[in-house]
Nanobody, 115 residues
Framework: QVQLVESGGGLVQAGGSLRLSCAASGSIFSIANLGWYRQAPGQQREFVASITRGGSTNYADAVKGRFTISRDNAKNTVYLQMNSLKPEDTAVYLC?????????WGQGTQVTISL
């Protein structure tokens, strides 16, 4: 079992930046892939970005060029640097982990972008 705790959310103006962090604990040896998803009110959860243990990354089209995912394997932490934020980025951001497919989820951190 893997426990994930997100931090770094908040309220920023459009065009601003935030950096989210997610610390993993527990059966961390099982973590090959780490990722971020988001869920806005009344909408389905959507993929944002992922990173493998070796550092290969994948991004949703909506965030390409603005968000950067990274990980520190020594600290068992994954980060999401979010730049040029837009009001449509407003959502709860959830960290995910898994040996292949994601099977562990954090509670989420709220990100709100104002005009």
């Amino acid at each position: 079992q893997v426990q994930l705790v997100e931090s770094g959310g908040g309220l920023v103006q459009a065009g601003g930046s935030l950096r989210l962090s997610c610390a993993a604990s527990g059966s961390i040896f099982s973590i090959a892939n780490l990722g971020w998803y988001r869920q806005a009110p009344g909408q389905q959860r959507e993929f944002v970005a992922s990173i493998t243990r070796g550092g290969s990354t994948n991004y949703a089209d909506a965030v390409k060029g603005r968000f950067t995912i990274s990980r520190d394997n020594a600290k068992n932490t994954v980060y999401l640097q979010m730049n040029s934020l837009k009001p449509e980025d407003t959502a709860v951001y959830l960290c995910a982990a898994g040996p292949g497919r994601f099977n562990s989820w954090g509670q989420g951190t709220q990100v709100t972008i104002s005009l």
